[in-house]
């Protein structure tokens, strides 16, 4: 019943930017660290930024001082900011996270089904 939901994705010019949010529903006991990576076509998924539950975060060094990640855990929601978008970085972005379902008191991790990021030049 956990599920992740992305929303914010879409066409840009570079140098724009883009605010993408991922939203945790369902049978929720307990948040761990949220992330976001990404997949361009052809290439493996790779790490975007994290952040832990309170609010330390870490950066891929190609997007770092151009995005922001941050949480608001009484909306069990992550964002990611992106500035100054590079053509490079269109991909898929995926929402992750640490999640402790009240079904299986454990934690797993969760994925979203990904939100599509264009960057024209």
């Known amino acids: 019943q956990v599920q992740l939901e992305e929303s914010g994705g879409g066409l840009v010019e570079a140098g724009g930017s883009l605010r993408l949010s991922c939203v945790a529903s369902?049978?929720?006991?307990?948040?761990?660290?949220m992330g976001w990576h990404r997949q361009a076509p052809g290439k493996q998924r790779e790490p975007v930024a994290e952040?832990?539950?309170?609010?330390?975060?870490d950066y891929a060094v190609p997007v770092k001082g151009r995005f922001t990640i941050s949480r608001d855990n009484a909306k069990k929601t992550v964002y990611l900011q992106m500035n100054s978008l590079k053509p490079e970085d269109a991909a898929v972005y995926y929402c992750?996270?640490?999640?402790?379902?009240?079904?299986?008191?454990?934690?797993?991790?969760?994925w979203g089904r990904g939100t599509q990021v264009t960057v024209s030049s």
């Open positions: 952040i832990t539950w309170h609010g330390v975060t």
């Open positions: 992750n996270a640490q999640i402790k379902d009240t079904a299986y008191n454990e934690y797993d991790d969760y």
């Open positions: 369902g049978g929720i006991f307990g948040l761990g660290n």
